[in-house]
């Protein structure tokens, strides 16, 4: 009776965990859409948040987020300690004809993203404008973070 060796791998249960969790996952992200000629395609979750773009100068922080076909009364802003918080919700206006579709695309629903400021903010002076779908927040800093100049004396 002939034996082989085989090489033991300490990671192999490791590795099968990862794929089994990975397909866990993999099922769960997508829920089937209409079918087509028999065949069930599968489309992205719901669940959505916009892309956001943050910069900072010596006196402010800009936060810009993507947030196209959203109307402004639907957009809320709140800052609580360092934390700034963006929530919202774009609403599927064409409910009469929803059954209608062949493909959505297109996310829809609620979406909250909170952002940590990490250092202190004059809240009183926070600005928001919306334009041509993206939201811009400007977060001006407090005095006590903001750069001061030292002069240097001579003694004499």
Known sequence: MASSI??????ADLYQ??????RLFDNT????????????EPAPA????????????????????????????DIDIEITG????????RKFEDIDRKDNYVRVERSYGKFQR???????????????????????????KSEATKPKKVLVSANN
């Open 29 to 40: 992200a997508t829920t089937p859409t209409r079918t087509n000629g028999g065949s069930t």
């Open 46 to 73: 719901r669940a959505w948040s916009p892309a956001v773009d943050i910069l900072e100068d010596q006196n402010e922080i800009i936060v810009r987020a993507d947030l196209p076909g959203i109307n402004q009364d």
């Open 114 to 140: 909170a952002f940590t400021i990490g250092i202190p903010v004059d809240a009183d002076g926070v600005k928001a404008s919306y334009k041509d779908g993206i939201l811009e927040v400007r977060l001006p």
């Open 82 to 89: 360092d934390t700034l918080t963006l929530k919202g919700e």
């Open 17 to 22: 965990l990862q794929r089994e969790v990975n």
């Open 6 to 11: 085989v090489r033991f791998d300490p990671f």
